[in-house]
């Protein structure tokens, strides 16, 4: 179970690279037609950010926090303490929420849309993805809940 946490670690980083390059790209290229290159790139972080939830279902029901919280305390109890809620519920509803704002921006590309438009559709979705991910990480400096900058490689 510990490989699949330093996966899931690992691959957090990968959409952060990803959705960070989709949204320069789509800055930079906001005039530009929309290429075979955006839609590989759009596709390239649909494709880690599904993976990384699927580890991240896995851990949170078979792993010992997540679920496992509701084992051994009330919902009210877990409501109350910081640490328990941020895993019990936090985390994953923000990241359940960020990946379905990346797989409605990679259908809004589909759509028969000017290039300009589907370019400001998915800045606009990839950011509110990456704020939504960026407030969902059990970053390092985040009192009680910290985990390492690298998990699993440490």
Do not use: C
Request: glycine share 6%.
């Amino acid at each position: 179970m510990e490989w699949i946490l330093g996966l899931h670690s690992l691959l957090r980083w990968l959409i952060l690279i990803f959705l960070i390059i989709n949204i320069f790209r789509s800055m930079v290229e906001a005039d530009a037609s929309y290429t075979p290159a955006d839609i590989k790139w759009n596709l390239r972080l649909l494709i880690v950010a599904h993976t990384n939830l699927l580890l991240g279902f896995v851990q949170y029901f078979f792993g010992s926090k997540g679920f496992a919280y509701f084992k051994d305390n009330s919902f009210g109890d877990i409501m109350k303490n910081a640490a328990l809620r941020f895993w019990a519920v936090e985390h994953i509803t923000g990241m359940i929420i960020a990946v379905a704002i990346i797989t409605i921006s990679r259908g809004v590309t589909k759509k028969d849309l000017p290039d300009l438009v589907k370019h400001k559709r998915q800045l606009l979705l990839y950011s509110l993805a990456l704020l939504i991910i960026i407030a969902s990480i059990p970053w390092p400096f985040r009192t009680g809940l910290g985990s390492p900058w690298f998990r699993g490689l440490y």
